[in-house]
């Protein structure tokens, strides 16, 4: 091999290309060892060697011989190719960098800009300052900000400047301005015209490059990292794909026509954080990666592999970075299009047969028609099925025809490629950590975006995206334990081979964020403590020397909720985890601890209430209509999403406190229900949103209660309700009260239904779990009866501050206890404080919680996130939003000869709080201060357990309300 004696080196590392980092003048056979020893070190050793005119001549391989250039660029993209080099060139690079920097530094400091220069820099600012201060002129600043900030002069509504740019001529054309909302939706992120052409250039340069073995061998893997790559090299990749399947020669697909396509489908994908060219790339990788491991071809064909690596191409073209959820909310153009059916993906689907429309472009022009319209109609199914309003269907499907799976059979098989489509497209979580989590900030960061402009749009907010809601562990223990790895088990059940590639990966992560999650809970549990023990310092106590009753700080949520069982075992979505660690946290194996439900993990970080939802629940119900597929394949029921006979039709449950703060918090709007909707109580049609739905339930349930005097259970409305369509009013909603143990029992029957979802088996755990405490507490007060029934003392015969004192001192039996606990929690948990066992309201100080691992540590503000009391406070518990709604507490008595008189029962006084609104923060730091007046206040409710029910309601498209659905 002919090289010459001086070589030029370009060195970069990663990403990050500091071409210039290294350069030298070395003989050419120092850079033939290295290039040699680097390409021999493994497949994440990534040396490219370019000629001068930029041309890429070799990826990892050896130099080709006689190459007429005499200078050559090598990049090495890899820590070890790094070291590697340093090593044989003995030169410390990085000092040297490090020096290189200091000097640069010190001149750009110290060194004065020479006159001229500093002239020139006052000149421009005063012209600046003369452009944004003349009105006549700013014109001309507003037209440079805005081409700067990518904004159309078209959206300018500034009044001088139409006329300005009209006198001037500058625009023969002055469109209305539109509005900045509509602006949003428009604002599609667009590459830039250089940056496409310069892709399509060096695309058109390297096209013909050999890949080496050890890239192609490495592309064949879930570790495959696509940042070190530029986006031509990637195209070259995924040609590699498709020359490595021989789908060119298999399918007369010209060379020339694939590369096109390529090209087109790049230039197709937005410059969005995370929905863009380099997320279609990973996700037709891991379909790769996949079809690899499980030797695809042989058991689907190669037009099967041809159309799933083509869909995954396409998958996502066009993305604007806002999903679905506000598409159909914010009634975009692609929304209305297609009727809310999935408008993305209709619409990725679209851009790719109009990509395929141009006869340059189409890699099927060979095919005869009955061929292209099979291929059009994988792709079609491919594409639309990686909505994620669909998964739940999707994955129903597969499972239940995976026991009889057969390849020969159709339907199964595009089952399956819907399936794999899924599974690449989530894959993220798939590979290793340092190449995932990347990515996982891109979502979030695009997540966040779409959810601030649903707050300034005044639109729903989507929960899993909001930055006030969601941590990046809660957000992938949500995601990944209820969405990803129950599909990921799914495939793998029938792919075994993808257990270890991809299945054990995705629960390896899981583990991951949930310790991170219980870690980041129980630093802010630790700040909170901290600012309830200053808040407490800072304000004189009005307690009673001898009360018992202190404010307590611990992990209220986590002690209540830790004795729900856990559905999510059911849900074969456990830890094999047999860690330490985990097994004193949770004191089992299991990811999720057995006693700590999953949704205890993805609590809501400030509220501390749940936030199950997960983006395919969301999507769900965003998604209002049925759409028909070829995924059915005749085995059982077919649930569509949105169809209100689909994945949602089930029983939900409400605890009081839930129902109560989603009243208070209007969350009843969001959760599908409309303040304008009722619920039937007897005769008597009441708003949810009332007072009066509360004490009017009361009254039917101390009617009840009197009905059947000997009752020991806690009793229970049984709400009918409809989640789904958000924007349905009036719909009426049927109020039962069955309230016994056999009807929480057969609510649980129902749950093995195979239709709940994740979050509905957590909520059916929750009646489950009260079901087991009930039947405990009835032996128990079976045991207690008795001297329930003597003492006296216990009674309470009116309902006036006296009575209520009493019945706080009746809570002493385990009964009256949990009442009090239930409604207690309901202030505890939104001000981040709890009641331990035995009634008892702690003071964090002595808060002896074996779960809280900060008990005594650190009384100062220590950690950085906590700088002030102030600030601190800001990011506590405090309710964020006030409801000016009346809060009232009702006083019920379930039991009369338990704890409170008959005439109690009967009076059911409604005990208001003063002002008849939630406590404002000061007063929230005057309960605190004094808990027992604060008890004093707080009733008890019995609205245990509310059983919400949805009814099977026709949806307006299926009466024919609204037109235009499939
Ligand atoms: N919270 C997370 N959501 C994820 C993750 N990976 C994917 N996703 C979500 O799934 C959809 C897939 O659809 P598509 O638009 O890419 O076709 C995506 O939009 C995300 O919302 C993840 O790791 N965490
Ligand atoms: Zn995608």
Redesign the pocket.
Known sequence: MDLPTTVQVYFSVGQRHEAALFRSDSPAEQIKDLFRSASEAGPRDILKLYNTSGQLLNISGDLPPNTPDSRYSLQVVAANGFAMLQESTGNSLKALEARVSAIERQLRSELPLPPAVEELQRQVEEFREKLETTESLSWLALSRFFKRSRFHANIIRFSGFYSICNILGFYKQLPEPISSEECRRLQYRRKSDSVKKRVKQNFANICEAQVSDAIRQWLRTPTFDARPWEDEELLLLLQQMYLDYDLCSKFAIDINTLRNFLYEAYKNYNDVP??NFR?CFCVAQMMYAISWSVDLPSKVGDLEVLILLTSCIC??LD?PGY?NIYQINAKTELAIRYNDISP?ENHHCSVAFRILENEDCNIFKSFKSEDFKTVREGIIRCILA?D?ARHNEILTNFREITPNFDYNDKAHVNLLCMVLIKVS??S??ARPMDVAEP??DR?LQE?FKQSDAEKLEGLPVTP?MDREKITKPS??C???GFV?LPLFEALGDLLTELQDLIVQPVREALEYYRRLNEATREERLHRKSIVSEMTDQHTPSTQSPDSAVTVPKSLSNASVKLKKSLSFQQNRSRSRSTDEDTEQSFGSGNMIGEEQSLEDVVEDPESGESETAT?VEVSEKALKFKISTESSVGTGRKSYPGSRKGSRERVQHFNSSELARMIQKGKLRSAGFSFDQHCMIGNKKLSFDTPEFLDEYALTLKKRLDDQSDSEEEKQCVVSKETLNLNKRNSEHLVKIPSNLEEKRSILKCSDNKSFTNADKLRMNNVKSSLEDDEKLIVNNRKNSQSRVNNTSDSVNSIDKDEVRKVQAAAGSPRNSRSIFSRFRQFTDRFSLSVDKDSKVKHPKNNNSTRNPFPHKKKKLETPCCRSLEEVGRASTLPKTKSKKAWKFLVLGKEKDKWASDAAVDKLAVVETDNQSLPSTSQLQSNCASPKTHLEKLEIVSLKEFKVEETVEKTGVEKGEEGGVI
Do not use: G, R
Request: charged share 15%; aromatic share 20%.
């Open positions: 995370f929905h997320h998958h996502d993305h999903n993305l990686t994620m497209d989530i993220n979580e990515w996982l979502l997540f899993f957000s992938q949500s995601f990944i990803l983006e």
